[in-house]
């Protein structure tokens, strides 16, 4: 493809992004394939010649596009939000341009820079103390992942690294029952085991019990095992539950134990004051992370890792070959050492182009509005007579549940709730998806897609309620 080609084509397809972003309600919010659909249009084999960019486009909308989930379409309330936006989008396609591959500060100096830089805006927009410093991971389980090495490491002198998880003895987890299973992945790689992941119990807002983490970490003790890292929650997946991070804090200080908070959702809303009471404890803790693209406006990826002791990272991480080494190592910043993998994309551009494009003022304002959406949807389905919340709203979350009069029978309330959002999934007009409460089967509706208005949860209620009303018995 020649220059003119790509320019004609570039410009082609600028327009269809555009009319793609303005008219996406069109589409049926979640895919509505079956397994192998996409597959069976595909070849089996690759092209032997090149083929034009028109027959390739149209592959793309008439083969893949049908297999898309619409995550940008205004009715998507599943699983978190991963919204964009059009500043992001155009960074992305910038970054895409350039193709810099950014794991050394040489091999693109202002990436290093301004990764640096925007993520202390981001620092302080969340309202973050100053002594954390960010850096962009791909996920938040890659920085939780990140977190229980570095962890592991500090509480064994860094012998683990050395001579195994084996050499060093039962080192022990500890998440609340609500946490994201990104932490017992975390701990099956960096092979401390699942078993020594302990569950800790949670009170009657689903929050991680602090008397209940210190019984178990003196438990442990006792037994001869070593405490290295508590993964606590801001914003728990299924319920969005906040875990107290003073006590939890302070049980870490006592004990010598990392600290590491899982924001990956809620962490957006820090950056709204209101919210601010949630760091109440930050100063006991040695990382954080929360996903801008969850839940602020950025594509995916780029999830903003903070730690307090950047040096304990990069002595976790460091491996140093001599084709990587730089005149200018140990006087600037290289990325590479601070996350798993060695090559990193240039993520940085998105969040800058987003914050500057927005402003702070208005990310808060349309952050905001989707916890103001949130509370309203809450309202309503408290108030009819046959749905009921599961959980206490938390920011833009809601937990509920279909429960017609006289149908008591937990077993069949699950069933019929299943069956309510699979037809509310196959409708194509929202998307929305399940969790146990308790053990009952719920729904949840999570707001947070750029383009989500009133109008849009509005009609999801009505839909949900006519829905569940029609369901044969
Ligand atoms: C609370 C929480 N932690 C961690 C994760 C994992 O996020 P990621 O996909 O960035 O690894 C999620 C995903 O939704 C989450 O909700």
Redesign the pocket.
Known sequence: MDTEEFRRHAHAFVDWMTDYLAEVERYPVRAQVKPGDVAARLPQTPPERGEPMEKIFADFTSVVLPGITHWQHPSFFA??PANSSPPSVLAEMLTATLGAQCMLWQTSPAATELETRVLDWLRQMAGLPDGFTGVIQ?????A?LCALLTARERATGWRANDEGVNAVGPLKVYCSTE??S?TEKGAKIAGLGMRNVRKIAVDDRFAMRPDALEAAIREDLAAGATPICVVA?L???GVGAMDPLRPIGEACRRHGVWLHV?????GSALILSEHRGLLDGIEHVDSFVF?P??WLFTNF?C?AHYVRDPDALVRTLEILPAFLKTRERGHVTDYRDWSVQLGRRFRALKLWFVIRSYGVAELRRMVAAHIALAREAAEWIAAAPDFELMAPRSLALVNFRYHPAGLDDGAMLDRLNERLLEALNDSGELYLTQNRVHGAYAIRLAIGQTTTRRRHVEAAWEKIQTTARALPA
């Open positions: 699983y978190f791909d996920s938040a389980s890659s939780i946490t994201h990104a929650s914003g728990t997946t899982d924001a990956a959702w809620a996903n693209h969850k990826d999830s």
